[in-house]
């Protein structure tokens, strides 16, 4: 194929999007940010259209590429299905209904295009999750194969090279801006640095946006640096609880603390997929922008890996861990006697809400999980134990990781609703919210100059390095073992297990890559075995993580030193900056709720 017989179309360009919402989760594994039609179970109202110009007449074959996300647990039907409306007219081939889950190339009819403008529309058929994104129209006969390795070239083909945008350089280039990256980049613009914060998404806060919609955990303002977590109480939302309204996630206090600082550039909707190197330093990452797919070059002397991935440190070739570690590898006893790769899972958070008028939803019968009145879970909203992926790796598998979140969530309620046997209890009921959005608990960890493990943290083991503490119960997840039963290799039900804990100062040399020179790390992808992330993953420790992480980068930036320099050489400079926090006292307190863990008693608000 070539630009002047075939023409190539991205969905996330489009003119307009309609009702379509633009997914950018998984570019880093299929290539592409795309278009969803996230209708949850109504057709979307809105096409997304654009126009495009066709040089020479001719007969044009249709491709689209695209995806039957239910392939995985099922064979029935595809739910998630579109048309294509060329000028009016609907290609006769209904996409989205391939015989596997891969993103694949979907051939449709022949259309005869005159010279000039054209007109092409998105048409959602069932509001469940079709998904678009890229089209060609051809004068070839030839359909590329499904690899993402034709797929880049092909694009390329008939895009072109795409210009790339230089931004820089920054005293710190912060990846990621959930509760962690904020932090960091919040601190360290305060204490001088020049900072750039990229995030992948348009709203801030990771797990705690009201995309995804998981309440903050675990305490702030502990000793030994009574001072840390200040900056938490800053951007936390006064409200916690999962899978609740959307007001109280509180989107706009996160930015506004952001965009109060002059030091700090926010790239939102870009999102990190290359590092470039010099020897064992980063010199700069590039990003995708997510809309228009255009690329940018940020350079920078300091980088912060907070993407809760290891994403950065991934490319940037430092050693990261995943899965459990064996007992014998850290002196652990409550790891597994051999390692293996079930982790933590991720969630897909939703809810419904009760009316007073009646109410349908589709019945899933034909291609949702088959569940009935000994396996159904029949409540009104998710919450943490809903949880899904622990035995998918959650890196490559993010995507089919998220779609079982929603499949199971879909498949509940349509249970509840068409088929329980007290489905009049649900006449009323109405599936008002599913996130789209996976909110994950675990993936890779960067290794640092020190791994913290169980041993420390109950033996509560001093180091001098202690920085911003832990509080929450080592709360290990497990599959639910009925749920294993029920749904073996797909489990979508936890149980939490808690070891108590006394709140323990973490060692800064967690907090940077003991490969790459100049790599901090902040969040859940910190130097820990997967044991002691079962306390250090709560957001309020992730925040005052961050904190410290950016009062270290500004004393790199002052110095002309590296991240492991301040442990060496600068650690009484450190401890005098976590003494004063980074934070404002003088912000009204609300940092009051989920202090402790109590997950273990699945209770279903909190
Ligand atoms: C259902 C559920 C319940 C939980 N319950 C609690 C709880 O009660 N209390 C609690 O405190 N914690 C809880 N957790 C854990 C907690 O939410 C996570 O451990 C925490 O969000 C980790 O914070 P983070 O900043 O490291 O990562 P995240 O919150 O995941 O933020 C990382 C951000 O980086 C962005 N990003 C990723 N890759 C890139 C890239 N390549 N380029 C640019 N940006 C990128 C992401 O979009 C994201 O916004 C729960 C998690 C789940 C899923």
């Not at 891969?102 to 007109?119: F, N, P, S």
């Not at 030091?263 to 809309?291: H, K, P, S």
């Not at 044991?531 to 930036?557: D, F, H, P, Q």
Request: glycine share 10%.
């Amino acid at each position: 194929m070539t630009p002047q017989d075939s023409i190539f179309l991205l969905a996330s360009r489009f003119a307009e999007r309609g009702d379509w919402t633009l997914e950018q989760q998984f570019i880093l594994q299929m290539g592409s940010s795309y278009l969803l039609a996230h209708g949850i179970g109504t057709p979307l109202a809105g096409d997304a259209v654009t126009t495009f110009d066709v040089r020479e007449e001719g007969d044009y074959t249709l491709l689209v590429r695209t995806k039957n996300w239910i392939r995985p647990w099922s064979d029935g039907p595809a739910p998630g299905i579109f048309q294509v409306v060329i000028d009016g007219r609907a290609d006769a081939e209904t996409f989205g209904s391939g015989p596997d889950d891969r993103w694949y190339w979907q051939k449709g009819g022949k259309h005869h295009l005159t010279a000039g403008e054209h007109r092409i529309a998105l048409h959602d058929l069932t509001g469940f999750d079709g998904r678009c994104d890229a089209l060609i129209l051809t004068r070839t006969e030839e359909v590329p194969d499904d690899s993402l390795e034709t797929y880049r070239a092909i694009r390329e083909a008939l895009l072109g090279v795409e210009p790339v945008e230089d931004l820089g350089p920054f005293d710190l280039v912060v990846v990621g801006g959930g509760i962690a990256g904020e932090c960091a980049a919040v601190s360290a613009a305060r204490l001088g640095a020049k900072v750039a914060l990229l995030q992948d998404r348009y709203v801030l806060g990771g797990n705690n946006s009201s995309e995804v919609r998981v309440g903050l955990g675990g305490r702030i303002n502990l000793p030994p640096y009574g001072a840390l977590g200040y900056m938490l109480n800053e951007i936390g939302p006064e409200y916690g609880g999962n899978a609740r309204g959307a007001h109280r996630y509180e989107d706009a206090r996160k930015m506004r603390v952001v965009e109060a600082e002059p030091n700090v550039t926010l790239l939102l909707g870009c999102c990190v997929v290359g590092a470039e190197m010099d020897g064992d330093r980063i010199v700069a990452v590039e990003a995708v922008d997510a809309a228009t797919q255009r690329r940018i070059r940020v350079t920078g002397r300091l980088f912060s890996d907070c993407t809760g991935d290891a994403s950065l440190a991934v490319m940037a070739g430092a050693e990261t861990m995943s899965g459990r570690e064996s007992r014998s590898a850290f002196g652990e006893s409550l790891a597994p006697e051999v390692a293996d790769d079930l982790h933590m899972g991720g969630s897909i958070e939703w809810y419904c809400e009760d009316h007073n008028v009646p109410s349908t939803f589709p019945d899933t019968v034909d291609w949702g999980l088959f569940l009935d009145e000994t396996t159904v879970e029949p409540v009104h909203r998710a919450n943490w134990y809903w949880e899904v992926g622990m035995r998918y790796d959650p890196i490559s598998e993010a995507e089919k990781m998220r779609d079982y979140g929603m499949y199971v969530a879909y498949s509940t309620f349509s249970y509840c609703k068409n088929r329980y046997s007290a489905k009049e209890d649900w006449e009323c009921t109405e599936l008002v919210w599913v996130s789209h959005v996976i909110g994950k608990r675990e993936s890779r960890r960067i290794v640092g100059d020190h791994v913290l493990t169980q041993g420390d943290i109950l033996k509560r083991v001093p180091y001098e390095d202690g920085s911003a503490s832990l509080s929450w119960n080592i709360d290990q997840h497990l599959p639910k073992p009925k749920n294993s039963k029920d749904f073996p290799g797909h489990e979508w039900l936890s149980d939490g297990h808690l070891t108590p804990v006394t709140p323990y100062a973490i060692p800064y040399r967690c907090f940077y890559s003991k490969d790459v020179r100049n790599l901090f790390m902040a969040g859940r992808d910190i130097s820990v075995t997967h044991i002691a992330l079962g306390s250090t993953r709560v957001m309020r420790t992730c925040g005052m993580i961050g904190e410290v992480v950016g009062m270290a980068a500004s004393l790199c930036t002052k110095h002309g030193v590296w991240p492991r320099d301040i442990y060496t050489t600068r650690l009484e400079e450190l401890k005098a900056l976590m003494r004063k926090g980074a934070g404002r006292t003088d912000v009204q307190y609300n940092q009051f709720y989920t202090l402790i863990d109590n997950t273990a008693k699945q209770i279903e608000s909190i």
